[in-house]
């Protein structure tokens, strides 16, 4: 609603203005009324206006010098103003005109005139608001780039001087990755659908922070891969509780309203936002390591990868040997290794924290190893991958039968990668998806046909193609689907189910989502087309 002021010194007028239109209907509630310019100027600086009718003359202070005041006052100048004149006087008008009067209305006042004169105030409003809603928007936009740089360790004192002038900061902050991370969420779900996802759950957090909204952004892992919303969590926001109540009900309310198994990442605590991205790499190293984790809502640095005793014992040798196994894809020496490790272990009475700082040792170490080979591939969210992979089989989560079934597997991916054999593989998955399109074809099931590591092959197949294995089979499906639109008669759930999909409702939303309009459309404007290029052939 905008806020009206009417000023008149004939109350009967005042009165007569309230009661000519139905104000709220129109946009309007008129908040007060004066007698005179100077009156007006009195209720302006305890209340608040948007527009102001006022008469030309009127004792003490006329129309037209408040406008003119108005319009020389940083506070009020931007109040829309409507003149209410018994004058027809062309020099009253042009004085009006002259401090950007909004309209010139005559006495007696019509009702028409009147709705006129307020519908063309609401359009500028309108543009108003628009206006400054895309100047926020493109605001916060460079805020959160700006923001991203500094979490990525990529900025200059002056970009982290911009993010301190705007969003609010204190001493000790972390770095907070959240994220959905539901069992086969990455198989089963296209890019489209995980975009959708995170930007729905990026709306909510902003929703939730209210105030501390722009201590979130999205895509800072985007290279990655990772449909993640990043959150800067400063030690004020949770001054009148503790960091798990803080945290715990803010995943709560995510969970609910998202209806989707919402997980955060919490990175160790830092100084300041100088410090940020050192906060941000420990998320990535907690993630790559979830595998070896208990599955839980929410994991914290200091709890998942630090050790809180001054006599760490590392089993440097019996890790080693394990690693020089591993190198090798020698799956008999890597049992006999993890069987040593783990014996060394337990003669040396090693468990809990410092039992974790051993395994962590190793996972560093077997990151160090493949990114030797080749840097350009995601390898934490390979060994999360694996890892989580191994559990599904059945084996316990920090086991000695589930780190022996990882370190094997490593050792496979390892050598696959030595191979360098994926360009074939992948030409070939390439030629089975166009065949067996219609299949519920999986990127598990080509790793174990072609002896390759499902998750490494899903990101050669992205590196390769621009676009996942799940949206390039979809896509191909569509495009066989608008073939069978185009030389067929079959009903459209009968071409979905020739295609590969089960559900019509889902083919029709990829359908759009690919060409723009529905199937039946798509079927519809190529028969147009096709009568029209008939016709004009017979004309011809």
Known sequence: MLRVLLVDDEPFILRGMKELIDWKNEGFEIVGSAADGEEALLFLQNHDADLILADIKMPIMDGLELLRKLRISEKYRDIYFIILSGYADFQ?????????????????????????????????????????????????????????????????????????????????????????????????????????????LYSICKDYLQDDSQHCVMDVSIQEKVYDVGFILCRYMYESSDIKEYLGDFIKYLREILGLPVIMIVGKEVKNLEEIAKSYSTTRMVRSFQGFREKKEIYYYEEEMQIHTNGIMLCKKSLDILLNAIEQNNHAEIMKAVDGFYEEMRERGIAGEVMRLNINYLLFQLLHLASELDDSVNQEEILRMISEGTFEAGILRGSKAHLCRVACEYGDYLAQMRKDSSRGILGKVEKEIRERYAENLTLKEFGEKYYLNGAYLGQLFRKKFGQSFKDYLNNCRIEQACHLLLRTDKKIYQIAEMVGYRDLDYFVNRFISVKGCTPAKFRKQAKTKDEKKGAEDLSE
Do not use: F, M
Request: aromatic share 8%.
């Open 92 to 200: 009253y008008a042009q004085e009006a005109i002259k401090y950007a009067c909004n309209d010139y209305i005559l006495k007696p006042v019509e009702k028409e005139k009147l709705v006129q004169a307020l519908r063309k105030v609401r359009g500028l409003k309108n543009i108003e608001l628009e206006k400054e809603r895309e100047t926020k928007k493109l605001e916060n936009a460079y805020l959160s780039g700006k923001l991203i740089s500094v979490i990525q360790g990529r900025s200059d004192p002056l970009t982290i001087e911009y993010v301190q002038q705007h969003i609010r900061l204190s001493e000790q902050v972390r770095y907070i990755e959240i994220l959905i991370d539901g069992k086969n969420y990455e198989d089963d779900y296209e890019d489209s659908v995980k975009l959708a996802n995170q930007k729905q």
